[in-house]
C-alpha cells in the first residue's frame, strides 16, 4: 500500500525528514506521532505525493507519484482537523452532494452509506446548515462524514478529534477500529493525543526530528522504552522488609505504600506474595505505563535528560 | 465534467445565500453604467456624431463593457490565499483539476452576476436612456460566443498573474496593476473608437480588444460577416495563446510548491 525508501527532504534549508523507510500493508491503521515540528505533516505531504522526496523513493497506491493521477486520488482522501473540506457558505448536505459528484459515487449506494454515516456521526439535523453555523465538533463530525463518504482505500486523519466531546471521540474511536478490515481501506492516524493513539492504533509510528524512532506494536514500544509498573497498597501492620527483593524504588506515605519496578527483572505475582505474607493488605491497585509517559520517556532520553 | 458543472452550479447558490449583496451588486452596476452615461450625454449635448459614433452606441458600449466588468469580477486572491495558508494541498488532493474548478467556480459566479445584477442595471438603464437594439437575430448568438472567449482572455489573463503568488509574497499590487490596464485598455473607460489611430493599431496587437470590444462591435453591426468570423478567430487565438502560458506558469509554479514545498 504504501511504501518508502530511504527519504530525504529538506525545506527552507531544515533537514525535516532524514533517510525515512516505511511499509505499511493494506487495511493496516497506523498511529503517526511525534512532537511538533517532528516532520509528521511533512511525512504525510510525501506519502499523498504533495511533495517530492529529494532522494529516496515513494509509492503510494501502486503509484509513485499518487498526487498527479485523479483517478487515484478517488481513492485517497486526507482529513485534517485544521483544514476544512467542506464549503464555508454552502449548506452541509450541498457540500457533500458535491462529494458525491467529485468523487464519482454511485448515487444509491453513496445515499445508502451517506444514511449510515449520518446515523453514526449523528449530522442529521444539521444538514440544512452552513458550516459556520455550527460547533467545532460538530463541523469536524461533518468533515468526517465527507471524508469517509467516498470510501477510499487510502485514509489521513491528522488531528481530527479536535473539538469533539469525550463521548463522540469514543464512539468514533470505536467506529475507527474495525474500520479498516471491514471497508478495505488504510489508516494513517496522526495525532498528538497518545491516549487516542494508544487505544486505536496496534502499529505506531514514532518520529522524531526527522526520523523514524520507533515503528512497530504499540504494546511493544511501551515495554521496551518503560518497563516500570507500580503497585500501590493500602495497608496496616507492620511495613513489610523489601531489601531481598529487586524493585526500583518504593515508598511509604501514611498507609499507602508506593512500589516501582522492572517487569523484566521481577513479576507482579512475586511482588503482590511477598506483600500478602508480610503484612495486612486492605487495597491494591496495580498501573502499568501508558503510550504517554513511554513518549516522554524516549524524548527524555533523546534530548540528553531522564526524569 | 459533470463536477465542473456542480463547482459552477454550487458557486451560483453560494452567491444566493447573501441578499445584500444581491442587492448592492444591482445598485453598483447600476450607478457605474448611468455615471458614464450621464458623462457621456454631457459630452455629446447636442452633437449627433462624434467620429461617426452616435450616443446610442456609445451608451450600448457602456452598458455592454461596464455591466460585464462588473459580472465579470471575483476574487482573485483566491490562489494566494490558498497558497499562504496551505490549503492549496488540500485542493491537490482533490479528484479534480484545480484549474478547471477554479474556471467554474468562476463561471458561476459570473453567471450569477449576470443574470441578478447585470440584467436587472439594464433595465434600470433602459428607463433612463435608449439603446441601440441588436442589429440581427443571428447577430446575438455569435455575441455570446464573442462574450464567452472574451471572458476566458480575461480570465487566463488573472490567472497567469495569480500563479506568480507561488514565486511572489503578494501579487494583491500587480492584480491591481492589471485591472487598471485592463479597463482602459479594453475600452471599457473611454470606448477605442475614440483612442488615438495609432494606438488603436498596437491595441490590436494585445488580447485587450478581443475582451469587450469584439463583442460590442459583433453586437452593434459593425462588422462584416467575414470581420466576425477574423475577430472570433483572433479571439480564439488568444485563448490558446494565453493557455499555454497560464499552462506553464501554473506547472512550473506547483513543481516548486512540490519540490520546495511553497
Known amino acids: 500500500m504504501i511504501v518508502l525508501k530511504n527519504v530525504c527532504k529538506t525545506l527552507s534549508g531544515r533537514e525535516v525528514l532524514k533517510n525515512i523507510s516505511l511499509h505499511i500493508a493494506e487495511n493496516e491503521l497506523v498511529g503517526i506521532i511525534g512532537q511538533n515540528g517532528a516532520g509528521k505533516t511533512t511525512l504525510l505531504n510525501t506519502i499523498t505525493g504533495i511533495l517530492k522526496p529529494d532522494s529516496g523513493f515513494i509509492r503510494t497506491l501502486e503509484k509513485e507519484n499518487p498526487a498527479a493521477e485523479k483517478r487515484v486520488l478517488q481513492n485517497l482522501v486526507y482529513l485534517s482537523g485544521n483544514r476544512s473540506q467542506l464549503w464555508e457558505d454552502l449548506k452541509i448536505k ?9 468523487y464519482r459515487l454511485d448515487p444509491s449506494t453513496a445515499k445508502k452509506r451517506l444514511d449510515e454515516l449520518e446515523e453514526i456521526f449523528e449530522i442529521r439535523s444539521f444538514r440544512n446548515s452552513p458550516p459556520c453555523h455550527l460547533s467545532l465538533g460538530e463541523r469536524m463530525r461533518c468533515e468526517l462524514v465527507y471524508g469517509l463518504l467516498p470510501q477510499p482505500r487510502l485514509l489521513i486523519l491528522d488531528e481530527v478529534m479536535n473539538g469533539l466531546d469525550f463521548s463522540f471521540k469514543h464512539k468514533i474511536m470505536e467506529y475507527f477500529k474495525d474500520y479498516g478490515n471491514k471497508e478495505h481501506t488504510t489508516i494513517l492516524y496522526a495525532s498528538n493525543q497518545l491516549s487516542e493513539v494508544e487505544q486505536l492504533c496496534r502499529r505506531i509510528i514514532l518520529i522524531h526530528q526527522g526520523s523514524v524512532l520507533f515503528d512497530g506494536r ?12 507500580r503497585i500501590e497498597a493500602v495497608f496496616s501492620g507492620n511495613f513489610p522488609d523489601f531489601e531481598d527483593l529487586p ?24 511482588i503482590l506474595r511477598h506483600l500478602m505474607e508480610k503484612c495486612c493488605i486492605r487495597n491494591i491497585r496495580i498501573l502499568k505505563p501508558n503510550l504517554e509517559e513511554t513518549i516522554q520517556k524516549i524524548y527524555g532520553g533523546a534530548n540528553g535528560k531522564y526524569n | 465534467m459533470r463536477a465542473y458543472v456542480e463547482f459552477a452550479v454550487k458557486k451560483f447558490q453560494d452567491k ?7 442587492f448592492m451588486g444591482i445598485v453598483n452596476t447600476a450607478i457605474t453604467i448611468l455615471v458614464y452615461l450621464c458623462i457621456y450625454k454631457a459630452l455629446y449635448g447636442d452633437a449627433g456624431e462624434v467620429d ?9 458600449h457602456f452598458v455592454i463593457t461596464l455591466g460585464l466588468s462588473n459580472a465579470f469580477h471575483y476574487n482573485e486572491m483566491f490562489l494566494q490565499d490558498k497558497i499562504r495558508d496551505g490549503t492549496i494541498t488540500n485542493e491537490f488532493l482533490k479528484p479534480v483539476s484545480f484549474i478547471l474548478r477554479l474556471l467554474a467556480e468562476n463561471i458561476g459566479e459570473g453567471a450569477f452576476k449576470i443574470i441578478f445584477h447585470f440584467i436587472p442595471a439594464l433595465l434600470i438603464t433602459l428607463l433612463y436612456t435608449k439603446l441601440c437594439p441588436p442589429v440581427s437575430l443571428l447577430g446575438l448568438p455569435v455575441m455570446f460566443c464573442s462574450v464567452a472567449l472574451g471572458y476566458l482572455i ?6 497567469i498573474i495569480q500563479t506568480w503568488s507561488f514565486w511572489l509574497f503578494s501579487v494583491w499590487g500587480i ?3 492589471k485591472n487598471v490596464f485592463v479597463s482602459i485598455l479594453s475600452g471599457s473607460l473611454l470606448p477605442l473608437w475614440f483612442m488615438p489611430e495609432p494606438l488603436q493599431k498596437i491595441l490590436s496587437f494585445t488580447p485587450f480588444e478581443s475582451i469587450y470590444f469584439t463583442p460590442v462591435r459583433i453586437y452593434l453591426g459593425e462588422l462584416s460577416g467575414r470581420e466576425t468570423v477574423f475577430a472570433l478567430a483572433v479571439q480564439a487565438m488568444w485563448v490558446a495563446l494565453l493557455c499555454v502560458i497560464a499552462n506553464m506558469f501554473w506547472k512550473k509554479g506547483t513543481k516548486k510548491l ?5
Do not use: N
Request: proline letters at 3%; hydrophobic letters at 45%; one cysteine or more.
Open chain 1, 94 to 102: 450541498d457540500s457533500i452532494d458535491h462529494c458525491i459528484e467529485m
Open chain 2, 154 to 159: 480575461l480570465w487566463l489573463i488573472s490567472f
Open chain 2, 175 to 177: 492584480i491591481t496593476i
Open chain 2, 52 to 60: 461617426g459614433i452616435s450616443y446610442p452606441m456609445v451608451a450600448t
Open chain 1, 247 to 270: 524493585l526500583e524504588k518504593y515508598r511509604l506515605e501514611g498507609d499507602l505504600l508506593t512500589v516501582d519496578y522492572d517487569i523484566h527483572k521481577i513479576e507482579t505475582v512475586q
Open chain 1, 218 to 229: 504499540t504494546a511493544q514500544i511501551i515495554a521496551l522504552f518503560s518497563p516500570c509498573y
Open chain 2, 258 to 262: 512540490i519540490v520546495q514545498g511553497g
Open chain 2, 16 to 22: 444566493m445565500a447573501y441578499r445584500l449583496d444581491f
